[in-house]
């Protein structure tokens, strides 16, 4: 079984307003899929369906092959905590990405679960921030320790909303960069992004969303060059901001 | 003033008052942290008013007020669980709404309570000489039931609390330990409210995470360091509020916001 995301003829409405409409599509292990689509679009929505977060009633969606209505997924999730968290809060880079273990053992971490920690660290390239509190860090920083609370769970799939908004330009490439380098190591990456050519480029696949809730996928090496220089110039994203 | 303190401390009620106090001192931060994280101090404001009223109706009925304080301050936090369904992301309006039913209550209430009209005030600012052996030992009980509870969760509340979306895709029953530690609330603040007093306990939850906040390094390092204020703060209350003939209680919150504001003003002036 290579697919590890199967969603079939999925729709959604909040309560009266139709988000999804009929949505099909399969990610295989290894893929980096990118979502597009313009504000309001879906993607968030469809996000937290994928993660088990919002019920649905009309489709399917079957991660690593279980209903995620039934089986919480094992999921890697990156949310754009960097905008919105509390800066306040007394918490070191290490407190934080060991909160994202999936079962917390009682009392004492075990040894597997300090080794997990230096590795995450290490991979996000956070390795001498671990005592630094994290509300004293850049935008940047801070998500890099949150992409390693996400990688410590050792799930093969990590899911990323906008994980780059609020970051300055520098950061955001260095954040897409180490995104790709974790894909490259085996985990399936999907994720959304307000720069629609920082994500065609990073991405193998697109989910794009066109109106009135369809969306379809397209392999980036089968879209012609006209298609493509579309996409990057923004044109099939049918903003309405 | 040694003799005033050696002679005072010859008495039973008083070592058992500091006793007491020294273990609450332990929970009030212990609770008080996640509390303050998520914004939730009003929770805190909503248990120790319905506390009163369980005192009061305690009073009435002829059962231990500690115990009623108990029952009616675990009512508040399931009646402000009830009510946040109807108000979701404004969980202060829960709390207000019950914390306005309290106050009701208990001004209510008092009016009926016949014999030892003293009883309700001790209550609110809290005593130490009024206090029953059984009193003490049900605080000792409930303040090492919260402790053993808040230590086998350490991790969970922590991770719910710093960011309760991924605490739920980690797979935690972010609910249950959410119903958990407000249940913690109402206990601690129920405890409390004998000794410290029903309006004094809301402050003994805030100001020692307050002032540790200010300094700490980290979680662990916040909580074991808003354990240490508040030990200072009552501790120290206490002995100044016995020598020099002061109400515990006040001395104690007294003494808690100078030093916060001592540290407000020397970490202004580091920056
Ligand atoms: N909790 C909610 N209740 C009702 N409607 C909602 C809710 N969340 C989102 N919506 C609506 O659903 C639609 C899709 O929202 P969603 O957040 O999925 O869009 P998005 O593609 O992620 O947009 P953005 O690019 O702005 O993040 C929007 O029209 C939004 O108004
Ligand atoms: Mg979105």
């Known amino acids: ?144 320790a949150f992409i390693a609370r996400a990688l410590i769970g050792g799930s093969d799939i990590l899911i990323l909303d906008e994980p780059t908004v609020g970051i300055d330009a520098m950061s955001v490439k260095s954040i897409m960069e180490l995104i790709s380098e974790i894909n490259r190591s085996g985990v399936t990456v999907i994720m959304t992004n307000h720069d629609t050519p920082t994500l065609v480029e990073a991405a193998d696949k697109l989910l794009i969303f066109c109106e009135h809730g369809n969306a379809e996928l397209v392999k980036k090496n089968e879209l012609s060059l006209a298609e493509m220089s579309e996409l990057y110039a923004g044109k099939r994203r049918h903003h309405h901001d | 003033m040694i003799d005033t303190l050696i002679e005072m401390f010859s008495y039973d009620f008083m070592q058992k008052a500091l006793l007491t106090l020294i273990i609450i001192s332990v929970i009030a931060p212990l609770i008080g942290m996640p509390i303050v994280m998520k914004r939730l101090s009003a929770i805190g404001d909503a248990a120790s008013h319905s506390a009163l009223a369980g005192v009061a109706a305690g009073l009435i009925l002829g059962v231990n007020p500690v115990l009623g304080a108990v029952t009616f301050s675990v009512l508040a936090v399931l009646g402000i669980e009830a009510f946040r369904k109807a108000f979701s992301k404004y969980s202060e309006i829960a709390a207000v709404v019950v914390m306005s039913a309290g106050i009701g209550l208990t001004a209510v209430l008092s009016g009926f309570i016949t014999s030892g009209a003293s009883s309700i005030n001790s209550f609110m600012f809290g005593s130490i000489v009024a206090v029953s052996d059984f009193e003490i030992m049900l605080t000792m009980g409930l303040s090492l039931a919260v402790i053993a509870v808040s230590w086998i969760f350490h991790r969970e509340i922590f991770a719910i609390t710093f960011d309760e979306e991924a605490a739920k895709i980690a797979g935690l029953p972010v609910k249950s330990i959410n119903f958990l530690l407000m249940l913690l609330t109402a206990i601690t603040v129920a405890a409390a409210s004998r000794i410290v007093g029903a309006l004094m306990i809301s402050s003994l939850l805030v100001i020692p995470v307050a002032a540790a906040m200010l300094i700490g390094k980290s979680y662990k390092n916040t909580v074991v360091l808003s354990v240490i204020f508040a030990e200072i703060f009552s501790v120290s209350g206490f002995f100044v509020s016995t020598v020099l003939n002061l109400r515990p209680s006040g001395t104690i919150v007294l003494i808690g916001v100078a030093v916060l504001l001592i540290l407000m003003i020397c970490r202004g002036r580091d920056r």
């Not at chain 1, 899929?33 to 469809?46: D, E, P, R």
């Not at chain 1, 369906?49 to 399917?60: A, V």
């Open chain 1, 1 to 144: 079984m290579k697919e590890i995301l199967i969603v079939k003829n999925l729709s959604f409405k909040y309560s009266d307003v139709p988000v999804l409409r009929d949505v099909s599509f399969s990610v295989e292990k290894g893929d980096f899929l990118g979502i597009i689509g313009s504000n309001g679009a879906g993607k968030s929505t469809l996000i937290k369906l994928i993660l088990g977060l919002l019920p649905y009633k009309s489709g399917e969606i079957l991660l690593h092959g279980a209903d995620v209505r039934t089986r919480k997924p094992n999921v890697g999730y990156v949310s754009q905590k960097v905008a919105s968290f509390n800066t306040g809060f007394p918490a070191t880079v290490r407190e934080v990405v060991l909160s994202g273990l999936k079962k917390p053992s009682l009392f004492r971490y075990t040894a597997e679960d300090m080794r997990r920690l230096g590795e995450c660290l290490e991979r996000v390239g956070m390795t001498e921030y671990g005592n630094k509190l994290i509300g004293r860090l850049s935008g940047g920083q801070q998500q890099r």
